[in-house]
């Protein structure tokens, strides 16, 4: 069975702090893709990011950084300086080769200001 | 260039009615899928259609669901008899074809659907 699991189910922080959002997940395909969305109080849904299965290198992106480490299952979001503009709801989900997507129930991180 | 539309945004209707909901992909994304988001929860897969291939329906919750493409461009999400429990934002997203650019799909601002 394929899942996503976001355990944490809401993170409170104050403006500039960096926080870790994290993302464990389950599959027995040996090719899978990983994704972060973000979905902001507006409600649409923006891509973050996208990491196959074979690219463990982590990546940086501005105040953004994500870890992935296949020897947990895990694929973890790190937000630094965090800003009041970071407040959303932070979706990890998987991708198999039928193509749809498996998502996490979602952290929400609220960044006080 | 023009994003994933929805529409409508929102629509109220009353239980027992049939509702159908629109998605106009990204041009050029043969694949396109639907999911439904109930109010604090993830997202749930609904359906999945991919160029001419047979669509992969295995997230519709019953038999009031049905969705439909037209080739590769609009789809109608029909949900037939409304219950309550039915209310929900429905997304649509699209993606290119799967093995080009990990086919990260884009989402359309969704349809809220509440159902009295």
């Known amino acids: 069975a394929q899942k996503v699991t976001q355990a944490q189910t809401e993170i409170s922080v104050v403006e500039k702090e960096d926080v870790t959002l994290d993302c464990v997940y389950e599959t027995r395909d040996t090719t899978y893709y990983l994704f972060w969305y973000k979905q902001p109080p507006s409600g649409e849904l923006v891509f973050l990011i996208r990491?196959?299965?074979?690219?463990?290198q982590n990546e940086i992106s501005g105040r953004y950084s994500w870890n992935f480490q296949k020897s947990t299952s895990s694929f973890n979001f790190t937000i630094t300086a965090s800003q009041v503009v970071d407040s959303a709801v932070y979706f990890c989900a998987l991708r198999s080769n039928t193509g749809k997507l498996i998502f996490g129930q979602g952290t929400t991180l609220q960044v006080k200001p | 260039g023009a994003g994933v539309s929805q529409s409508p945004s929102n629509k109220v209707t009353e239980k027992g009615k049939d509702v159908e909901l629109r998605c106009d992909p990204i041009s050029g994304h043969t694949a396109l899928y639907w999911y439904r988001q109930r109010l604090g929860q993830g997202l749930e897969f609904l359906i999945y259609?991919?160029?001419?291939?047979?669509?992969?329906k295995s997230g519709l919750p019953s038999d009031r669901f049905s969705a439909e493409r037209t080739g590769e461009s609009v789809s109608t999400l029909t949900i037939q008899r409304t219950q309550q429990e039915d209310s929900a934002v429905y997304l649509c997203?699209?993606?290119?074809?799967?093995?080009?650019?990990?086919?990260?799909?884009?989402f359309g601002p969704g349809t809220r659907l509440t159902v009295t």
């Open positions: 259609f991919q160029g001419n291939s047979a669509p992969d």
């Open positions: 990491r196959n299965s074979f690219d463990e």
């Open positions: 997203a699209s993606s290119p074809p799967l093995g080009l650019a990990g086919g990260e799909q884009y």
